[in-house]
Nanobody, 120 residues
Framework: QVQLVESGGGLVQTGESLRLSCAASGTFFTLTAMGWYRQTPGNQREFVATISSGGSPEYADSMKGGRFTISRDNSKNTAYLQMDSLQPEDTALYLC?????????????WGRGTQVTVSS
């Protein structure tokens, strides 16, 4: 009902920036919240940020330093995560999720992730 594809990850050096994208498609009427999570091997998925359909962002406490900025383009059904001043500890698989209004109710989708690796 809602499929998500992330892109924009890669290998960067400490201090550099990346902009991740999450494109949604499928059979839904509209998207509500869209969010970003990250995961490293052997660890639980960690919440990064979410953004409402109206553009109001919320960040994990550990992300409130201003290095990460979430945004979205509703006309493209796409969410973004701008990541600045990247650090080695930001290395992770970054996953997108979204909630959609579908026939019969709501549905939540997850992407497969895009890898971000920050070298020291």
């Amino acid at each position: 009902q809602v499929q998500l594809v992330e892109s924009g990850g890669g290998l960067v050096q400490t201090g550099e920036s990346l902009r991740l994208s999450c494109a949604a498609s499928g059979t839904f009427f509209t998207l509500t919240a869209m969010g970003w999570y990250r995961q490293t091997p052997g660890n639980q998925r960690e919440f990064v940020a979410t953004i409402s359909s109206g553009g109001s962002p919320e960040y994990a406490d550990s992300m409130k330093g201003g290095r990460f900025t979430i945004s979205r383009d509703n006309s493209k059904n796409t969410a973004y995560l701008q990541m600045d001043s990247l650090q080695p500890e930001d290395t992770a698989l970054y996953l997108c999720n979204a909630e959609a209004i579908v026939k019969g109710g709501r549905a939540i989708g997850w992407g497969r992730g895009t890898q971000v690796t920050v070298s020291s």
